[in-house]
């Protein structure tokens, strides 16, 4: 601020040098004491402004206790030893007869994608894991959703899948998981159990926190995140004092009510905005989507919906996205209104990145992130406007 103070002056003086060779004595006089007059005031606000924004960006800055840092996923405040731990990547059913699932309230992103028989599934990625007295149930996973999850270098949390279309990539070396079903795909290291004991039909699959540190044990997994494979940097994050209310966006829309039913047509999934406490409310089947641990209901900062080609594979329906892109469409979704937006993603570990229409990279708000990827020929309703561009 003092050298802006400095060439303020210098420029002054240098509009007084001018003014003196000008015109009478007395014009020049007349101007330069009008000159004079406003300078204070100018200097005043300027540093006043300037004074504001560094206290605000050193509170951002300053952590409520030692040895805390912003979190890459959510850019709230967390243990300095906690961000250093790979999250796990949770392979949730969404089939109404599955609810509720546990573990819901830990989550930081949430994926949801469609599979085969007009079906989607959702996958959670969790950094503060290790305490979860209960994580489920657990249902298989599908190619392109490892491709999502890869990004956050996590430990897959999985019990199978279709071997055909998921063993390659959850057979690399890079790739750490912990596969319920064991066999070609991975091993359950013992992570895994029943609720009830003894079932053995669907959505009675269950881990904790425990059983995962003990599988990763067995394993051999990192616990900590890999050099080679990590970004610290996914997200940008506007200032918690200075949210990102997409004002600045002449062409931005109400978005209160979004309804994903179009994209979604089983589970109906939608969001509604709270304008009390400025988060999404999470529903499946038109009704409140809890943790059953908690009896807390799901909600968002973010919504990201994410357009990607796809194909049919086969007879049986499955579906192959493409999570690896360049400047495909897709919408942004907070503080109750919605823009649009492209997305690239340039490698397994690469973060997906979303940009606005002039180019620049998006800023979301600080929580949660939910994040829809469809199909880019599904429509969704937001405040009842159909978008299928």
């Not at 050298?3 to 000008?22: I, P, Q, S």
């Not at 309230?105 to 085969?116: G, K, P, R």
């Not at 990279?361 to 009842?384: A, P, R, Y």
Request: with cysteine; net charge negative; aromatic share 10%.
């Amino acid at each position: 601020m003092k050298r802006a103070r400095v060439l303020l002056l210098v420029a002054v003086a240098a509009a007084m040098m001018a003014l003196a060779g000008c015109g009478s004595s007395d014009d020049a006089s007349t101007e330069l004491t009008s000159i004079k007059e406003k300078i204070p005031e100018a200097t005043t606000e300027s540093a006043t402004t300037a004074a504001t924004a560094e206290e605000t960006q050193e509170e951002e800055d300053t952590p409520p206790a030692e040895g805390m840092v912003r979190s890459v996923l959510t850019n709230e405040w967390i243990d300095e030893d906690l961000a250093q731990k790979r999250p796990i990547a949770v392979m949730y059913p969404i089939n109404r007869e599955a609810q509720p699932q546990y573990g819901l309230s830990n989550v930081d992103v949430f994926y949801e994608i469609m599979e085969e028989g007009d079906m989607s599934r959702q996958l959670g990625i969790i950094q503060d894991w290790e305490d979860l007295d209960r994580i489920g149930n657990i249902r298989s996973i599908r190619d392109y959703f490892v491709y999502a999850a890869l990004e956050w270098d996590p430990i897959i949390i999985h019990f199978g899948g279709p071997e055909l279309y998921v063993k390659d990539i959850l057979t690399r070396s890079d790739v750490d998981n912990i596969n319920g079903t064991g066999g070609a795909m991975g091993s359950d290291y013992g992570a895994y159990y029943r609720i009830p004991a003894g079932s053995t039909s669907e959505h009675t699959a269950y881990t904790d926190g425990q059983h995962i540190s003990d599988a990763i044990d067995k394993a051999g997994f990192s616990r900590d995140h890999r050099s080679e494979y990590y970004t610290d940097k996914h997200f940008e994050f506007a200032s918690e004092k200075n949210p990102n209310t997409l004002d600045e966006y002449s062409d931005a829309v109400e978005a209160t009510d979004i309804d994903m039913t179009g994209c979604y047509p089983v589970t109906k999934s939608g969001l509604t905005y709270n304008e009390s406490d400025h988060l999404y409310y999470k529903t499946l089947y038109g009704e409140a989507q809890k943790d059953g641990e908690t009896g807390e209901q799901m909600t968002f900062s973010n919504i990201l919906i994410q357009k990607a080609y796809y194909e049919v594979r086969d007879a049986k329906g499955y579906l192959a996205f493409q999570m690896h892109d360049t400047t495909r469409d897709g919408y942004f979704i907070t503080e109750g209104k919605m823009i649009h937006v492209t997305w690239k993603k340039e490698g397994d570990y690469k973060p997906t990145t979303f940009y606005d229409d002039n180019g620049q990279e998006i800023t979301l708000n600080t929580g949660k992130t939910m994040i829809f990827v469809i199909k880019e020929d599904d429509s969704f309703k937001v405040n009842g406007t159909t978008y299928n561009d």
